[in-house]
């Protein structure tokens, strides 16, 4: 080793001690006589001091290193004065009085600084990776994502699950996003897909009687790109035999506490974790991957506002339409410059319009807005207290179809919590939400689909509307949100092959393409399949949360802008001639030149 100790372990008991250390250079202070060198590794920074009189050729070289150096020293450990301490530092009580210094390799100036964490452009921190990687933010991410991934095999495996691989050439599974096509040159004319999933494959574990599986599982969807997407990503892939859905769930809400609380040091909010249906979840946040961490609850006052002479409430809810609003304390101040505000961004969700009331302390005028006086003041009354509404509270309502309304109310919520600092990074608030419909009505092709996927199984109780009323029918489906965002989903598989043919003859898949694309499975089934389960958490979500991270490529060694684009390596790029030609393809451009 070129090192006995590394940059974050010496203590002021290791005073005295002659020891080697190695690493980039993270700061340096030339003072004449004697030159400091902050040095970095991966586990911390130590600082180095040289002086002129005990070391006169390490001095001189220390005199010409600049950041980002790599070097190696030698030198003796010692005690900081009294009042000269770093607390910043968890070597902060110590320096190293170099004898010798070897410079290991020099390095350009960076683009941009290590040493600062300080706001950079993307696409310069992507082009230049390798360097953004060495910042400390971005060192603590990766290694908190190794930790949580490292705590996670061994709880799982403590339980008994099997750590297996399943294929990445694969064969297209349709999960609701485009597929990556892989030519095959063996198999001219035809291709492997990408798994979006390893959906059915861990089924088929299941079927080969492995009973509790899991990988850390990579998987690729073409599709747009956002915050919290990445064309590649990594999930934590399981799948148990003779369980329900409350012995999948409990199972993950046990991890995923110990992974919060112990691994990454954070905050619940709530232990157990909220269960919440599907349907109540839309009603009171205005949607299924609610943020827990704050109030601001949404509350319907359609009854209310039939009553009152605002037509458009009043119309509104005699066409069957809700009348909702949140209450947010201490904005009744707003101006009307901050209220039109407000109303473009419910605009910007669908909503046509934004009607207000601003609290104040008057019993005579308990409200202002433009909308008090189509309310007489007993349904006044009514809606103050139905909104547990105080003075200096300011009352937002939304009238309109359900899902816009619920949109809406979910966007203002979300803005208005972050204005009023509810967003603690610091705190993890997890919820269950299930009783989801087991499909959706697709109104342009005129046929059921899936809200989950093709194998999630009915509630049982409900399965004989399969045949009579299929929009009433609720999936055994569970989803995990955290802080805004769902970072799991699952559910009970079927493992009967009758049912499976009639989920596909429901959504309107010929009998021919499912059994040229899901024959395999169907087949599976009539050799004795277990009732089985399982949940997939989305790796890079979950760290970019536990991170405080407002994206998961803050959480990803190595990935791609917003346009799905490596900037460092400049791919995708262009094959070469006898690449295509191997694959026997043409490229459309290359056809019209011949035609």
């Not at 897909?193 to 574990?205: D, F, G, T, V």
């Not at 046929?447 to 093709?454: E, K, N, Q, Y």
């Not at 790029?573 to 694959?583: T, Y």
Request: glycine residues 6%; hydrophobic residues 40%; aromatic residues 8%.
């Amino acid at each position: 080793m070129l090192k006995t100790h590394n940059c974050g372990e010496l203590r002021a008991e290791n005073a005295g001690q002659t020891v080697t250390l190695a690493g980039w250079v993270h700061r340096w202070r030339d003072q004449g006589g004697l030159v400091f060198l902050d040095l970095r590794d991966r586990w911390g920074i130590t600082q180095v001091t040289v002086n002129q009189q005990t070391a006169p050729e390490a001095h001189t070289l220390a005199r010409d290193i600049r950041s980002e150096w790599v070097i190696q020293v030698t030198g003796e450990v010692v005690k900081r004065p009294e009042g000269m301490e770093n607390p910043d530092l968890a070597s902060g009580d110590i320096e190293v009085h170099a004898s010798s210094i070897v410079v290991l390799n020099r390095a350009k100036t960076p683009p941009f600084y290590i040493n600062k964490d300080e706001k950079v452009e993307e696409a310069l921190r992507m082009r230049y990776r390798y360097l953004d990687l060495r910042r400390p933010s971005m060192q603590h991410n990766l290694v908190l994502r190794h930790n949580v991934l490292r705590f996670i095999r061994n709880y799982l495996g403590d339980r008994g699950f099997v750590e297996i691989e399943t294929p990445i050439l694969f064969k297209t599974t349709p999960e609701g996003a485009r597929d990556y096509l892989v030519p095959s040159r063996v198999h001219p004319g035809k291709f492997y897909a990408l798994p979006q999933s390893p959906q059915q494959l861990k089924q088929l574990l299941m079927v080969a009687g492995y009973e509790r599986y899991f990988q850390v599982a990579r998987c690729f969807r073409d599709e747009d790109q956002r915050g919290d997407r990445q064309p590649e990503f990594t999930q934590l892939d399981m799948e148990m035999s003779f369980v329900t859905r409350e012995d999948v769930m409990d199972l993950v809400e046990g991890m995923m506490t110990r992974v919060v609380e112990d691994v990454a040091g954070l905050e619940l909010v709530h232990k157990p974790f909220p269960r919440l249906s599907h349907h109540d979840a839309l009603l009171r946040y205005g949607t299924d991957k609610p943020d827990l961490r704050y109030g601001l609850e949404i509350v319907d006052i359609s009854d209310i506002a039939a009553s009152t002479s605002f037509r458009v409430f009043a119309d509104n809810v005699a066409a069957g339409n809700p009348v909702r609003g949140i209450r947010v304390p201490g904005l009744a101040s707003y101006s009307r410059r901050e209220l039109s505000e407000l109303e473009e961004i419910a605009k910007s969700a669908g909503a046509k319009g934004l009607a207000w009331m601003a609290v104040e302390e008057s019993d005579e005028n308990p409200v202002r807005s433009p909308i008090a006086k189509f309310f007489t003041p007993d349904l006044l009354v009514m809606l103050l207290e139905r909104m547990q509404a105080q003075p200096g509270d300011l009352l937002l309502f939304v009238s309109d179809t359900a899902p816009v309304v619920a949109g809406s109310l979910d966007t203002l919520r979300r803005t208005l919590a972050d204005r009023l600092n509810l967003t603690d990074p610091k705190k993890i608030a997890f919820c269950w939400v299930i009783d989801f419909p087991l499909f959706e009505w697709n109104e342009d092709e005129h046929r059921w689909d899936p809200s989950h996927h093709l194998f999630t199984a009915p509630m049982w109780e409900d399965a004989a509307m399969l045949d009579t009323e299929p929009g009433k029918v609720r999936g055994q489906q569970y989803d995990l949100a955290c802080n805004g965002y769902e970072v799991a989903g699952g559910s009970i598989r079927i493992h009967d092959r009758q049912i499976q043919e009639k989920i596909f003859k429901l959504i309107g898949l010929d009998p021919d393409v499912a059994r040229e694309r899901f024959g395999h499975m169907l087949e599976a089934f009539e050799y004795g399949t277990p009732p089985h389960g399982g949940i997939a958490p989305g790796v890079d979500r979950l760290v970019m949360l536990l991170a405080g991270e407002p994206n998961i490529r803050e959480v990803i060694a190595f990935p791609k802008t917003q346009q799905a684009a490596d900037l460092m390596a400049g791919a995708p790029s262009e094959a070469e001639p006898a690449q295509l030609e191997d694959l026997h393809i043409r490229l459309a451009e290359d056809v019209k030149e011949t035609e």
